[in-house]
């Protein structure tokens, strides 16, 4: 089992930025790709950025690239998501989320689940 809880949202004005924290506990957590969804009023909720099991593989959707980093710190349990000139359109809870080993790119594919993070970016 993996628990996650995340940490950090906020309300921003847009150019702004925000550092979103997904701790981890449980077992073997280092074996998991991260992956950090988001979801906007009356949108689906999509993958933002993910994060394989050893790091050397990320992801990014093109709506965030050059503005997002993520990163894991194996010795913490963590995996945060750095959140660069932010746009009002990057309005949405933001959920981290948890599989076993490799990155993929759908919420069905991944099995544990934190509660999620309101981040809001006025314009």
């Known amino acids: 089992q993996v628990q996650l809880v995340e940490s950090g949202g906020g309300l921003v004005q847009a150019g702004g930025s925000l550092r979103l924290s997904c701790a981890a506990s449980g077992r073997a957590f280092g074996n998991y790709a991260v992956g950090w969804f988001r979801q906007g009023p009356g949108k689906e909720r999509e993958l933002v950025s993910a994060?394989?099991?050893?790091?050397?593989?990320?992801y990014y959707a093109d709506s965030v690239k050059g503005r997002f980093t993520i990163s894991r710190d194996k010795s913490k349990n963590t995996v945060n998501l750095q959140m660069n000139s932010l746009k009002p359109e990057d309005t949405a809870v933001y959920y981290c989320?948890?599989?076993?080993?490799?990155?993929?790119?759908?919420?069905?594919?991944?099995?544990?689940w934190g509660q999620g993070t309101q981040v809001t970016v006025s314009s």
């Open positions: 994060i394989s099991w050893g790091g050397s593989n990320t």
């Open positions: 989320a948890a599989r076993y080993y490799s990155i993929k790119y759908h919420a069905r594919d991944y099995d544990y």
